[in-house]
């Protein structure tokens, strides 16, 4: 997008709680059951590393914005979460974990294949013998849109409305999504840019960080991941 700086700012740390998807719950249940450490890359507002902690997990963080890792701190427990600010595909924290983990398609702000690989060799280093790294990720269906790009109407109510506005390039696997809403307060953007990629492509990244797939599903519960899934859930573990 023109003009476009990716930027998880003051108004995106203020607003971002307010799309929470529901499986939340479920998330921290599953990531629960890998041991009593972790490392969350791109930790932001808390919305995983706070719930996840009152379980019973010590949970570090990684995040980039200061602005989210504000909002957090406010939070009830927040304050004694250890976050190392920086960019999760480089910065470490010099300790290991049971788990590292990055959810909601987070692995896609990393724009180039180079840094997403960077990621997976970070994550490993963080990983304590029998740790794993746990992703999740949508999967790419943009390609078989027609040209590429397209409108899908995300909310519709009397006094507001709400677009995803969005142009997929296969050759960069660029996607760049802007979240366009409308209402009697004005008009508000969401722009995020994002690369996609496949799940093939993060398991020959793994390989790289010298790490291998032990599962991958298509949902927290341990639904099978199919062809009709809409995203991934894949564990990695150190490679033999």
Same mark, same amino acid.
């Given at each position: 997008?023109?003009?476009?700086n990716?930027?998880?700012?003051?108004?995106?740390?203020?607003?971002?709680?307010?799309?929470?998807?529901?499986?939340?719950?479920d998330?921290?249940r599953?990531?629960?059951?890998?041991?009593?450490?972790?490392?969350?890359?791109?930790?932001?507002?808390?919305?995983?590393?706070?719930?996840?902690?009152?379980?019973?997990?010590?949970?570090?963080?990684?995040?980039?914005?200061?602005?989210?890792?504000?909002?957090?701190?406010?939070? !009830?427990?927040?304050?004694?979460i $250890?976050v190392t600010?920086?960019?999760?595909? &480089? #910065? *470490?924290? /010099?300790?290991?974990?049971?788990?590292?983990?990055?959810?909601?398609?987070?692995?896609?702000?990393?724009?180039?294949?180079?840094?997403?690989?960077?990621?997976?060799?970070?994550a490993?280093?963080?990983?304590?013998?029998?740790?794993?790294?746990?992703?999740?990720?949508?999967?790419?269906?943009?390609?078989?849109? !027609?040209?590429?790009?397209?409108? $899908?109407?995300?909310?519709?109510e009397?006094? &507001? #409305? *709400?677009? /995803?506005?969005?142009?997929?390039?296969?050759v960069?696997?660029?996607?760049?999504?802007?979240?366009?809403?409308?209402?009697?307060?004005?008009?508000?953007?969401?722009?995020?840019?994002?690369?996609?990629?496949?799940?093939?492509?993060?398991?020959?990244?793994?390989?790289?960080?010298?790490?291998?797939?032990?599962?991958?599903?298509?949902?927290?519960?341990?639904?099978e991941?199919?062809?009709?899934? &809409?995203?991934?859930?894949?564990?990695?573990?150190a490679?033999?």
């Amino acid at each position: 997008m023109k003009g476009f700086n990716p930027s998880f700012g003051p108004e995106t740390a203020r607003t971002y709680d307010n799309s929470l998807r529901g499986d939340e719950a479920d998330t921290v249940r599953f990531l629960a059951g890998f041991g009593k450490s972790a490392l969350e890359f791109a930790i932001g507002t808390g919305r995983i590393a706070l719930p996840l902690t009152e379980s019973g997990v010590a949970v570090d963080g990684i995040e980039l914005s200061p602005d989210m890792v504000a909002r957090m701190r406010e939070k !009830p427990g927040g304050a004694d979460i $250890d976050v190392t600010i920086g960019d999760m595909s &480089r #910065v *470490g924290t /010099d300790r290991t974990y049971d788990l590292v983990y990055l959810v909601y398609n987070t692995i896609c702000n990393l724009l180039t294949q180079d840094d997403q690989v960077r990621c997976f060799e970070n994550a490993a280093r963080h990983l304590a013998p029998g740790g794993v790294f746990v992703i999740e990720s949508g999967l790419p269906g943009w390609a078989a849109r !027609p040209r590429h790009q397209f409108i $899908d109407v995300e909310t519709l109510e009397i006094d &507001r #409305v *709400g677009f /995803d506005v969005n142009r997929y390039d296969p050759v960069t696997q660029m996607l760049d999504e802007n979240h366009v809403e409308i209402s009697a307060d004005g008009i508000r953007f969401g722009p995020i840019r994002q690369r996609l990629t496949y799940p093939a492509e993060f398991d020959l990244m793994a390989r790289i960080a010298g790490l291998r797939l032990r599962d991958r599903w298509g949902g927290w519960n341990g639904e099978e991941f199919t062809a009709g899934s &809409r995203r991934h859930i894949s564990v990695y573990e150190a490679g033999a």
